[in-house]
């Protein structure tokens, strides 16, 4: 079983800053892309950055030049800085990793998510 634990959100005003990053941990073979997702209420969700495991990355139109997505692989951690917040990316931020365990082949796994508010 692989279990994704995000951390970092919280109340942030527009213009400022936020660091998340999701850990994943169990037992994991290898871990390729990884990933931000988010859903604002009313909304779908949505893929806001990924980066492989090679370090390749992408972003959701809407947050390029604001967000950056990197990882630790020694870690088996994503990060993601986001910089100058918009009130529309309030959103519960969801990380997504697809995993190799030792006893399953690769599937795509979930963390329970994370509130960003931005608001003045």
């Known amino acids: 079983q692989v279990q994704l634990v995000e951390s970092g959100g919280g109340l942030v005003q527009p213009g400022g800053s936020l660091r998340l990053s999701c850990a994943a941990s169990?037992?994991?073979?290898?871990?390729?892309?990884m990933g931000w997702y988010r859903q604002a209420p009313g909304k779908q969700r949505e893929l806001v950055a990924a980066?492989?495991?090679?370090?390749?990355?992408n972003y959701a139109d809407s947050v390029k030049g604001r967000f950056t997505i990197y990882r630790d692989n020694a870690k088996n951690t994503v990060y993601r800085q986001m910089n100058s917040l918009k009130p529309e990316d309030t959103a519960v931020y969801y990380c997504?990793?697809?995993?190799?365990?030792?006893?399953?082949?690769?599937?795509?796994?979930w963390g329970k998510g994370t509130l960003v508010t931005v608001s003045s």
């Open positions: 997504n990793a697809e995993v190799t365990t030792v006893q399953a082949p690769r599937g795509d796994y």
């Open positions: 980066i492989t495991s090679g370090g390749s990355t």
């Open positions: 169990g037992s994991i073979f290898s871990i390729y892309a």
